[in-house]
């Protein structure tokens, strides 16, 4: 493994645990929008062959429909 791809994946780490760690006092209700608009993000990127506006239409869908799922 080179040094650059060290470098990245330890930056990807870092990244993921500070991700995490923002969640750890989200309600059920803000947690279910974060989760909506990340699936929603990926959906709409997909949809569309990775247009921007597709992949933030599907987040903005995505963290709506994710706001008004209970548990």
Not at 22 to 34: D, F, H, K, Y
Request: aromatic share 0%; hydrophobic share 45%.
């Amino acid at each position: 493994m080179n040094k650059i791809t060290k470098i990245a994946m330890n930056t990807l780490a870092i990244g993921m645990l500070v991700g995490l760690g923002a969640c750890s006092n989200m309600t059920p209700q803000q947690q279910n929008t974060a989760v909506g608009a990340g699936i929603g993000a990926v959906a709409g990127s997909v949809l569309t062959g990775g247009s921007a506006i597709g992949t933030v239409g599907g987040a903005a869908i995505g963290g709506v429909i994710g706001n008004e799922v209970k548990r």
